[in-house]
């Protein structure tokens, strides 16, 4: 008997891999999310492997670059080499009286296969009226985890277990289960960390296996960026990497971004990365001719998303000291703004922005807050991650701001 590993989504298994496991795989994973259970001593019967969810998962293939889009295009290639061999096998076939049949099956259309895929994946919650039934309705997984299986050789795994991710609720448990690799006649130590060391070298082999690069306009910016994903997407770090601007005499601003933009494009680097910048004026004007630019497949260029909460913020104009309401979207978005409105409230009121002309040669208004007012919110926010790193997560605790952010950026190339 074979000992196997396999991907695991929902009830249904995928991508059986003889006596190993596929790297390309384990290295979606991390080590955090190892389950390993001691074998049963009446069953024998132990658990060992890498689990995690459907929403996770997906996430950590947009950012290496395996978008539904990508997905969707490789399984199209791949079914037009499936089907020109199978016509060839068939063509081969009627030219030999003793050859009945093509060696390859005929593949499904397109609609039809991800059917399939859908309802092997998804919760299975059919009742079986008579034995007929549930024979066709297991014939039907069977001929879906073959028809995966036989586009494994033609088609990027990682396309094929995004078409299988797809379909699968967000919640949905998926995992690389090893549990029979550490039986008799197989020498995996359930001790050792498989995950990790994968994703390392895999790392070390191609640009698309390489976190996913950000840029930001300086030091602050990606400090509080790294602190709000470990918190709102924490399963994306390993995956996505905020630069580090620790030790250098890099300038916070958009300016300083642009330049050290076209320098990665200029210097060809490999990975692919992601520059994303306030959402206000100064920024806007400051990215304007980079983004008119042809840019390479690899490179984004974006800001910070519009926020319901600053379609209507208070406001102190140039010449008044009146509170009013404005949309501060593509004006006054720097980053503080989206760290939370419990953060930029202080005494009950949230700090207002205090707005001024641009420049005598752009008619258009740039805001921020006071310089006191920004110290503040970015100490509270702090104090806030800490406090969620701690476990101590508030149900009043506003992430949306980040959160969009960080959602920005794993889309960024969809």
Not at 24 to 49: I, S
Not at 73 to 85: C, V
Not at 263 to 270: K, P
Not at 360 to 369: F, K, W
């Amino acid at each position: 008997m074979g000992h196997y590993s396999y991907l695991v989504v929902g009830d249904c298994q995928f991508f059986y891999f003889r006596n190993h496991y596929d790297e390309q795989l384990a290295a979606l994973f991390d080590e955090a999310e190892r389950e390993c259970v001691a074998p049963n001593e009446a069953t024998g019967e132990g658990k060992f492997g890498y689990f995690t969810t459907a929403h996770a998962l997906r996430q950590r293939l947009d950012v290496q670059g395996f978008t539904s889009r990508r997905a969707q295009a490789d399984l199209a290639e791949g079914l037009l080499q499936w089907r020109k061999s199978y016509e060839d096998e068939r063509e081969e076939a009627a030219k030999d009286e003793w050859v009945r049949e093509p060696r390859t099956r005929e593949p499904r259309e397109s609609a039809d296969l991800l059917a399939g895929i859908g309802r092997a994946v998804r919760p299975h919650r059919k009742s079986f009226e008579t034995i007929g039934e549930y024979l066709q309705y297991e014939n039907q997984f069977v001929e879906t985890v073959q028809d995966v299986d036989e586009l494994r050789g033609i088609v990027e795994v990682r396309s094929l277990i995004r078409l299988l991710l797809d379909q699968a609720p967000d919640e949905t448990r998926v995992g690389l289960d090893l549990s029979e690799l550490t039986g008799c006649c197989v020498h995996m130590d359930p001790v050792q960390p498989v995950a990790g060391p994968t994703r390392m070298r895999q790392l070390a082999s191609l640009p698309a296996d390489a976190p996913l690069i950000v840029l930001t306009e300086g030091s602050t910016d990606s400090r509080l960026l790294t602190q709000a994903m470990q918190t709102t997407h924490p399963h994306l770090v390993g995956f996505v990497r905020f630069i580090d601007y620790s030790g250098t005499d890099a300038q916070g601003s958009a300016g300083a971004l642009v330049v050290m933009v076209s320098a990665f494009i200029a210097a060809g680097v490999a990975n692919r990365f992601v520059a994303i910048a306030d959402n206000d004026t100064a920024a806007h004007i400051a990215l304007a001719k980079l983004k008119s630019r042809k840019l390479p497949e690899g490179c984004q260029v974006l800001h910070y998303p519009d926020l319901p909460m600053l379609a209507s913020y208070p406001t102190i104009g140039p010449s008044s000291s009146v509170v009013s309401l404005t949309n501060l979207n593509g004006v006054a978005g720097s980053l503080e703004m989206y760290l939370g409105e419990d953060v930029l409230t202080f005494g009950g009121s949230l700090a207002p922005v205090h707005l001024q002309n641009y420049g005598p040669t752009v008619q258009r208004p740039h805001g921020a807050l006071s310089k006191q007012h920004k110290r503040l919110v970015q100490k509270a926010f702090q104090k806030k991650v800490r406090a969620a790193q701690r476990g101590q997560r508030s149900d009043f605790a506003d992430w949306s701001g980040v959160h969009a952010i960080v959602e920005r950026i794993v889309h960024a190339f969809d």
